[in-house]
């Protein structure tokens, strides 16, 4: 695992309020290039709102975000759309556009970005063996289990080869054969240098990547990020 | 930007009302505009025929018992031979006044038996005649002649053409607009509908110009085809209006002539412009408004 170098997102007293409540206080993170973390805390907390912030669908209300040495909120929408092609982002409800076909689907980021459609096929291949969803391609989204369509958001997320996955409650809603499959291919990310950053509240699924990976367990606490205990 | 992107065309679903709706919107209206185009080229036409053929001419008319006739007409000739600024004059035949009189007594006219004038046709020279002196020389030679110089009609008869012309192109500006707003409307509504598909769009790095041109190409060939469709039918309709001819009047001979039939080719080229720019300003602004 690398922790050199300048963090890939870094919040510094990042606050962020909504109708004028606020969701998230104060709150500084930084994470380092290769680094595994997992941001825990109870349903509400503001795990989602946090990762959010870190892909910029939510800008702070103050405080500063850095996001692959950009300060996201002087970015406009074309420099935004850039960011995120650098930062892999995995939904819990996965998001796919349901009449395009799974291949279709993960190919999304490579077609935006205007990526050849030989170069499109290679990449995918390589990428649907890994998911293990090479016999699926032609398969619609509503036609996919729930740990099919987290293994294809995963594939979306990473076929653009981002700095960063973020990934909220992946396992969520599959069982836990497939949550730990998907751990592992998040752990392989890791290993492959992409900073991975898992919002979750199955503390089962942190004690498991205890064993394979070295990951830091942040926990959303009265609207700030803390490092959490040995408790977990 | 317009060339077909098969894979990146597909992002957005192909269906839904609106596209019935774009394509319904600029047919009619590409319809509508083949007949606002045939009004205005045949107005043209007009203006310019009354224009050019009654310009220069004039007639005169000799109203005369039956047993003068002959020598006033032949007075008035001499006068006309005289004048400066007359080209011709030439008194019109027995068979050519049944014709100008046909269209309403009838062909099978008996004209020798009816007292109707002599008309003479007077072509103008250059630089003109002097209308003024030449009607006092007729009233001392032939006092039953009339001068008709035609500028008392001729002159609203043109401004009528050019008001024609003028109606038929601000039909074509105002089915254009008509257009440019459904198809702004039914823009708004699909890109409305597809918010979700935008924001997944976003989500993985698509640029706002990668998620309007996807809208934008799709609006602008339903337009395309709209249009077509709706030049085609127009266009049978303008050939199944009755041809021009002298019966008719003006009402007749609404249709193209020549090239003319060329330019309803136009009407689904900027039928398609109109709609680029309608959708490419409705999903900048819209895309905006979702950010």
């Known amino acids: 695992m690398n922790n050199l170098g300048a963090p890939v997102i870094e ?41 959010k912030l870190c892909y910029g669908a939510l800008l702070p209300t103050s405080g500063r975000l850095t996001a692959c040495d950009q300060n996201v909120a002087e970015l406009d929408r074309d420099q ?63 036609e996919l289990s729930g740990g099919e369509r987290q293994r294809a958001a995963l594939a979306r997320a990473v076929i653009l080869s981002p700095d960063v996955v973020l990934a909220d409650e992946p396992t969520g809603n599959v069982d836990w054969d497939m949550s730990q499959r998907l751990l592992r291919l998040l752990v392989e990310l890791n290993k492959m240098g992409k900073t991975v950053l898992i919002a979750t509240h199955d503390l089962s699924l942190i004690r498991a990547a205890k064993s394979q990976v070295q990951a830091r367990v942040l926990r959303i606490s009265h609207r700030n990020v803390q490092l959490a205990g040995a408790d977990l | ?30 319809f509508l505009a083949v007949f606002a185009l045939a009004l205005s080229l045949a107005s043209d036409r007009l203006a310019e025929r009354w224009a050019t053929e009654l310009a220069g001419a004039a007639t005169l008319r000799i109203n005369a018992p039956a047993d003068q006739m002959a020598a006033q007409t032949k007075a008035a000739l001499d006068v006309l031979s005289q004048t400066p600024g007359v080209a011709s004059a030439r008194a019109l035949t027995a068979e050519e006044q049944i014709a100008l009189l046909s269209p309403w007594f009838g062909s099978d006219l008996p004209l020798d038996t009816l007292p109707v004038p002599q008309l003479i046709e007077i072509i103008e020279g250059e630089p003109g005649m002097d209308v003024a002196g030449l009607r006092l020389r007729l009233g001392a030679e032939a006092p039953g002649a009339v001068l008709d110089d035609h500028t008392r009609w001729r002159a609203p008869l043109i401004d009528a053409a050019m008001s024609l012309r ?30 979700q598909i935008i924001e997944v769009l976003r989500l993985v790095g698509a640029r706002d110009r990668f998620i309007a041109h996807a809208f934008v190409r799709r609006f602008t060939y339903r337009a395309f085809f709209g249009a077509v469709v709706g030049v085609l039918f127009g266009m049978i309709g303008v050939l199944l209006l009755p041809e021009a001819s002298d019966e008719g009047g003006f009402l007749t001979g609404l249709g193209f002539r020549g090239l003319g039939w060329l330019l309803p080719a136009l009407i689904p080229i900027l039928g398609a412009a109109v709609a680029f720019l309608a959708t490419w300003t409705a999903a900048t602004r819209k895309l905006k408004e979702l950010s």
């Open chain 1, 11 to 51: 919040l510094e007293n990042v606050s962020y309020t909504y109708g004028g409540d606020a969701l998230l206080s104060d709150v500084s993170l930084h994470l380092q290039p290769g680094s595994f973390h997992f941001l825990t805390g109870p349903s509400g907390a503001g795990k989602t709102t946090l990762l």
């Open chain 2, 166 to 195: 003028r109606l038929g192109w601000i039909s074509i500006l105002l089915i254009g607009g008509a257009t440019a707003a459904m198809i702004t409307l039914a823009a708004n509504a699909s890109l409305a509908a597809n918010a």
């Open chain 1, 80 to 142: 935004m759309a850039l960011l995120r092609r650098r930062i892999g982002v995995v939904h819990q409800d996965c998001r796919f556009l349901d009449h395009l076909t799974l291949a279709e689907n993960i190919a999304l980021p490579l077609m935006v970005s205007g990526k050849g459609e030989k170069a499109q096929k290679e990449d995918m291949d390589e990428l649907l063996n890994w998911v293990g969803l090479g016999a699926r391609q032609d398969a619609l989204p509503p």
């Open chain 2, 1 to 30: 930007m317009l060339l077909p992107d098969s894979r990146a065309d597909r992002v957005v679903p192909p269906t839904g009302y609106t596209a019935h709706l774009t394509l319904f919107v600029s047919g009619a209206m590409a």
